[in-house]
């Protein structure tokens, strides 16, 4: 029987699932990666670690290869060298049940012409769950999720009417429904408001407390100094810093790496790294009334 169970496929075995683990623990784990678009290596050597109970941010400019890196994490780009591991299998080791079980990701761009209604993508998050206990948790998950990403009230219009920030919130409650303990949210604020840029980063605080595992790429460094645990800075492919953000955000560094002249200062209240760019004071033309 033991030698008959050996030679069942992995995709007819009851899938794994996963279990709680300690805060610390590390969940992804990146080492020597490589990997190469149309033959062009867009990383390079990168090792990674995400544990449990931190949000990390990815940041770099531009190219640098932070979404890259999140497709490769997911399991959704191949290597060319080196390993990428969740819960200490890579992910073509798991099952696709058992990976969307470990890992959920929101996309930079969420795409959905069909017209189905908010409530009905949310909803697409348990699929994962299905046929098991936990799928009598769906109505309860869903109306959550709706409330804390501020869509209730759009629950029943179709998904397509929304705008595109209205939008970026349904397709991170879908990933929050799925509960997944690895969450890899490529620019989940890039579409939003101030207010619901602060909401969203909040909602990320909040699930590295419950224990989750959170990787953000971010653009905004203020935004990933306020919020990140970890932030790991990319530079053409490859680490060039990764740390605790007061030791990342440094302004010769930041200004090495974006090419910029960049300056860091602590908030006056909260003393949280401040990270803007140098700007001379423009010029202002004055026009007089006999002008206009």
Request: charged content about 25%; aromatic content about 4%.
């Amino acid at each position: 029987m033991d030698r008959l169970r050996a030679r069942v496929p992995r995709r007819w075995a009851a899938p794994r699932v996963p279990t709680p683990v300690p805060r610390g623990t590390v969940r992804v784990r990146v080492a020597g990666l490589r990997v190469a678009r149309a033959g062009r290596a867009v990383l390079d050597g990168v090792d990674l670690r995400i544990r449990s109970g931190e949000v990390h941010a990815l940041v770099g400019p531009n190219g640098a290869g932070k979404s890259t890196l999140l497709a490769a994490v997911s399991g959704d780009l191949p290597p060319v060298a080196g390993t990428v591991e969740i819960d200490g299998v890579p992910p073509d080791g798991w099952s696709p049940v058992e990976l969307a079980l470990r890992r959920a990701v929101l996309p930079q761009r969420s795409t959905l012409n069909f017209p189905f209604t908010v409530d009905e993508v949310v909803r697409m998050g348990r699929a994962p769950w299905a046929g098991r206990s936990e799928q009598g948790d769906d109505d309860e998950v869903v109306a959550d999720v709706l409330g804390r990403c501020d869509v209730t009230r759009f629950a029943d219009r179709p998904y397509p009417s929304l705008s595109g920030g209205e939008q970026a919130r349904v397709a991170l409650a879908r990933v929050l429904a799925q509960r997944a303990a690895v969450l890899l949210l490529d620019e989940p604020t890039a579409a939003l408001d101030l207010g619901h840029q602060e909401l969203v980063m909040s909602i990320a605080r909040d699930r590295a407390r419950a224990g989750d595992a959170v990787v953000a790429v971010l653009h905004d460094l203020t935004l990933a100094g306020a919020y990140a645990d970890t932030v790991t800075l990319l530079c053409d492919g490859r680490v060039r810093a990764a740390g605790p953000p007061a030791q990342v955000f440094t302004a010769p560094l930041l200004s090495e790496v974006y090419r910029h002249d960049v300056e860091v200062v602590p908030h006056p209240h909260t003393r949280l790294p401040l990270v803007v760019p140098r700007r001379r004071r423009p010029a202002r033309t004055s026009v007089t009334m006999e002008e206009t």
